[in-house]
């Protein structure tokens, strides 16, 4: 079974091998990426090929709608390790234009336990109702929707006692929020990254 995917993945390790001898061999040895990627688990928003990074270069965690909550056990355990152990320079939140956790957690559908995961990004809707509204076209407003959820999870992100830690002991941090559209390729920098403590609390959205 899945024989294609086997056959797949024995010619791309081929194909670095051909390309760099040693290829694997330096990623046997170590990891020590100076970025963490915060994205969502989307199929077509592949982390190390958006920002062409080779696998060793990016730490990535993925959950649906691109989340940062504060009570998630395994956000919590991958930023720790990326802060404390890794000690990543850089930490990107990067959602996605169309994003289908966005869409889902205001459509007003019923659809079972992820309707709880997405409780955050109604939240988010619900706070900024009047600028949401404002907005006619429906995917120009859940687009508006997808940049105010990065916002939040960077402001999350830069909150937390992880990243306060670091900060207080000099560790060099930077939390960006991105947003990726699958519909030409690109990544939109928000704008919003935070460098310190200091920067933490200026206005991102709550």
């Given amino acids: 079974m899945l024989d294609h995917l086997k056959a797949n993945n024995r010619a791309w390790a081929e194909r670095k091998i051909a390309a760099d001898a040693g290829f694997f061999h330096r990623l046997e040895s170590q990891q ?6 915060i994205g969502c688990s989307d199929s077509r928003v592949p982390a190390n090929e958006i920002v062409d990074l080779d696998p060793g270069e990016l730490f990535v965690h993925r959950n649906v709608a691109n ?32 994003c289908g956790g966005v869409s889902a957690a205001v459509d007003g559908k019923r659809r079972g336990l992820v309707d709880h995961w997405l409780h ?79 920067e933490a609390s200026y206005s991102l959205p709550r």
Wanted: aromatic letters at 8%.
């Fill in 32 to 37: 020590a990426p100076e970025y963490l990627w």
């Fill in 67 to 98: 989340l940062a909550p504060p009570q998630d056990a395994n956000y919590l355990s991958v930023l720790q390790f990326a802060v404390d152990v890794i000690k990543v320079k850089h930490i990107m939140v990067v959602g996605h234009y169309g």
């Fill in 120 to 198: 955050p990004i109604r939240e988010i809707a619900h706070e900024h109702h009047h600028e949401l509204e404002a907005i006619p076209d429906v995917r120009v407003r859940l687009d508006r929707l997808c940049e105010l959820n990065v916002m939040r999870q960077v402001r999350n992100v830069s909150h937390d006692v992880f990243v306060q830690d670091a900060w207080a002991r000099g560790q060099e941090i930077h939390v960006h929020g991105w947003v990726y559209s699958i519909a030409n390729g690109l990544v939109t920098d928000l704008n919003v990254t935070v460098s310190g403590p200091d």
